[in-house]
């Protein structure tokens, strides 16, 4: 799939899930008066990615897939993209005004990417599979260009219809 756009973003919304604020389920995320205006923020992610003048520094042209994907989701390969997450991350930051912005995805995928970085070394020493998960898990992430945050790499099948005593366990890590 590659980069997603805003209303691939709003449509990826409207699957059938069951949303309740205040008591009221929520027809439209996009649209409600509560919800509406967290949509807006979070589509600048979308945005940018592909903003012509922002997309080299928001994207990067994936080697395994062939597709551009978000510069969160790709592991920095040397000084350069390293220094391009920074840059990234900052631009982000003041477009955001110091709100989260794009660092929806880059917590989680941070997150993933520590991970597999320390599972790798878990498994070594203890025989387990973490490290291959988290990797299974950010490719899955860069191939739909999720928006998640840090909370979401727990459980990735928590859904609003249950309260978290209700939730299952994920085998994802």
Do not use: C
Request: glycine fraction near 10%.
């Amino acid at each position: 799939m590659g980069l997603r756009t805003v209303e691939e973003f709003r449509n990826g919304l409207q699957d059938g899930r069951a949303i309740y604020v205040n008591g009221r389920r929520v027809q439209d995320v996009a649209s409600d008066p509560i919800l509406g205006g967290e949509f807006r923020h979070y589509s600048r992610v979308f945005e940018v990615a592909h903003d012509p003048q922002q997309r080299d520094l928001f994207a990067v042209h994936d080697p395994e897939t062939g597709e551009w994907v978000s510069r969160f989701y790709q592991a920095p390969r040397d000084i350069s993209d390293l220094q391009k997450l920074g840059e990234a991350i900052r631009t982000a930051a003041y477009m955001g005004n110091g709100s989260e912005f794009s660092l929806i995805q880059f917590t989680g995928a941070n997150a993933l990417l520590a991970a597999s970085i320390t599972g790798e070394k878990i498994d070594r020493e203890r025989a387990t599979s973490y490290g291959p998960r988290a990797r299974q898990l950010l490719q899955d992430w860069k191939r739909r260009d999720v928006a998640s945050a840090l909370g979401d790499v727990g459980n990735q099948r928590a859904t609003a219809t249950f309260g978290p005593s209700e939730q299952g366990r994920t085998p994802d890590l």
